[in-house]
């Protein structure tokens, strides 16, 4: 039922008493007295409702004395709210109007007279609605319940001062939910959010408008929606909107894990990527297929995932938060065509990336095709033979039985520390042709590859110093160091040798050469959303966890494997032959052969040399926690 405001009708004891409350409030705290009334105990229930910045406290009093029960609604809970007339058709989990108990007979003998005079009840009504839309969090087990609650102000015979005092409790939920860190209520900026409308078995557009909709009205949340035409469409749009930075807050992504590769690598693919990384959080809603990072974040922020997950990834977008998280570096190396990409969830050599990609054709059976194909693939067991060569996390001290390469010394992996502030974006006239060639959409060929460094060096670049001629009084290396000092502010660059390098063993490298079933590399603790693949992953540990299953492993033991993994009761607590998890920072995998699948979060790439390193917290993903 409604709690309908009466501070007209109080009694002189009921005005002190309201008057003592509000002198002891708080600064931006809100008070008021409403009724419910209870036709089945036929009394009149009081309501206190407060609003502090913890929340709505809701204290409900009835005539038996020790009968007193009080509510709290977190502020955390509460994603919106509106004011206004009553809503025509009351929203879901709505309560019934009341009436207070002197207006409520004074009205009902008006009306008795208006139907002995055979003339209609009067229609007018000059109460304002409150409209707070929650959804509590609740334990065990762990799931969101949608709660409506509606507050009827009608203190006053005039409409206008019924809707200013409504207005002023919802405006106060909006400055105590900015507070709470709100993305973007403090820089006044709106959502992009990019719709895949082939995911979901094609019902991208349906989905996003019964589900996602409903709950950024309910939120208030301005958003622009671009519909993606074609592949790449995502990529395209991020990497070339220059007023990306200033119109947004964040990039929400309405797919499947693909749409937010497309996002990231576009991201990356700007000359300000430095500031798009640290401006805009990234948020997804699982709309698609490939859920592994929707799952992850759930996970994170400890929020129930199913049985609806659209409506819980969309309350997370909508919170406001925003966390650090990790992002991989990865390089191939096919048929002498380097390229980078950057990548947020997996990359897959041999068994896992097999089922993923070769599964493909049963897609129109849905989920099952990959229970089947992993049958087939354990009947026709693969092994693979190659070098993995991995960074430990904890790196041990190099002895006499570690294998040993010739080259160069290299630094530990961490990202460059040059503030943001001291970066400076292009102008529009340099972005243009001059590296036109450099500006493909071809996912394998990107702007930040290294192909304008020697393969040897690394240190070289292949264009020239504006503003300088050939008779400059600088030497040509000191020429060199500057425009390699200007170029690594404008592209990011890992620290790891190039692939055509040894690794030094000195630093930490520890190498294992020899036949793989798997070797697979996660750094989010799903794979998808029925894949718990990496427990002891968090979202910015800087760490990679390479789980690596050795050629000889028995078929038993490797379907118990696949059996667990929904669980995440698949990796052995104890050191095994066969299976083992490590944890690293950079890795490379050298396949001996030319025939075999390499994917790169669920995509698959050239098959060749590849290696990877993290960039601790190089991006943000929209959490609740914001830790």
């Not at 859920?291 to 929020?303: F, R, T, W, Y």
């Not at 990609?357 to 059976?365: D, F, G, Q, T, V």
Request: charged share 20%; with cysteine; proline share 6%.
């Amino acid at each position: 039922m409604t709690p309908t405001s009466s501070s007209q009708q109080m009694q002189p004891a009921a005005e002190e008493e309201q008057e003592q409350k509000e002198k002891t409030l708080l600064p931006g705290e809100l008070i008021e007295t409403f009724y419910v009334e209870n036709k089945r105990r036929q009394q009149n229930i009081k309501i206190q409702v407060k609003l502090c910045a913890q929340g709505v406290y809701l204290r409900r009093e009835t005539n038996d004395t020790d009968h007193i029960n009080e509510q709290l609604i977190r502020i955390e809970d509460i994603v919106g709210s509106s004011c206004g007339a009553r809503q025509r058709k009351r929203a879901r989990g709505g309560l019934n109007s009341c009436r207070n108990p002197s207006q409520q007979q004074e009205e009902e003998q008006e009306e008795s007279q208006s139907q002995s005079q055979s003339q209609p009840p009067p229609q007018t009504d000059n109460s304002a609605y409150l409209y707070i839309y929650a959804y509590l969090k609740k334990e065990k087990p762990l799931r969101r319940v949608q709660t409506l609650r509606i507050l009827r102000f009608r203190s006053s015979e005039d409409y206008a001062e019924n809707l200013e005092t409504a207005q002023r409790w919802h405006c106060r939920i909006r400055e105590h939910k900015q507070h709470t860190g709100a993305i973007c209520a403090a820089a006044n900026k709106r959502l992009l959010i990019l719709l895949n409308p082939k995911s979901g078995s094609g019902k991208g557009r349906e989905l996003f408008q019964k589900q996602v909709a409903p709950l950024l009205r309910e939120a208030q949340a301005d958003y622009d929606l671009q519909i993606t035409t074609h592949s790449q469409y995502a990529l395209e749009y991020v990497r070339s909107r220059k007023d990306l930075l200033e119109r947004y807050a964040g990039i929400v992504v309405a797919s499947g894990d693909g749409l937010f590769y497309e996002v990231l690598n576009g991201l990356m693919e700007r000359m300000d990527w430095r500031r798009a990384c640290a401006q805009l959080a990234l948020g997804i809603i699982p709309c698609g297929s490939g859920n592994g990072l929707a799952k992850s974040i759930a996970h994170h922020c400890n929020e129930p995932y199913d049985p609806k997950p659209i409506m819980h990834a969309t309350l997370i977008c909508v919170a406001g938060r925003a966390t650090p998280m990790d992002v991989v570096r990865v390089e191939l190396n096919h048929r002498s065509r380097h390229s980078v990409m950057y990548s947020f969830l997996s990359i897959g050599w041999g068994l896992i990336a097999d089922i993923d990609i070769e599964s493909e054709r049963l897609r129109s059976i849905g989920a099952q095709r990959f229970t089947l194909w992993a049958i087939r693939r354990l009947i026709t067991l693969r092994s693979y033979q190659g070098k993995l060569y991995y960074l430990p996390a904890e790196q041990p001290a190099a002895s006499p039985a570690t294998p040993t390469c010739s080259a160069p010394a290299v630094s530990r992996i961490s990202l460059p520390n040059a503030p943001y502030s001291e970066f400076k974006d292009l102008p529009d006239d340099q972005q243009s042709d001059e590296f036109a060639d450099a500006l493909s959409t071809d996912r394998s060929v990107y702007r930040q590859t290294d192909s304008w460094h020697s393969a040897a060096s690394r240190r070289t670049a292949y264009y020239s110093i504006a503003g300088q001629s050939n008779r400059s009084r600088q030497s040509v290396a000191q020429r060199i160091e500057a425009a390699n000092a200007q170029f690594a502010e404008l592209v990011p660059t890992g620290n790891m040798p190039g692939l055509q390098l040894p690794l030094p063993a000195e630093q930490g490298w520890l190498c294992e050469q020899g036949e793989f079933v798997m070797v697979h590399a996660a750094y989010t603790t799903h794979l998808a959303s029925d894949c718990y693949f990496a427990p002891s992953s968090r979202l910015n540990d800087g760490l990679i966890y390479l789980v690596v299953i050795r050629g000889g492993v028995g078929r038993p033991q490797l379907l118990n494997f696949l059996l667990s993994m929904q669980s995440g009761n698949h990796l052995p607590s104890e050191p095994d032959p066969f299976i083992c998890v490590l944890p690293v920072r950079a890795f490379r995998i050298e396949p001996s052969g030319s025939q075999g699948i390499l994917t790169v979060d669920g995509e698959r790439v050239d098959y060749g040399p590849i290696q990877a390193e993290v960039f601790p917290g190089l991006i943000n993903v929209m959490t609740t926690t914001g830790q």
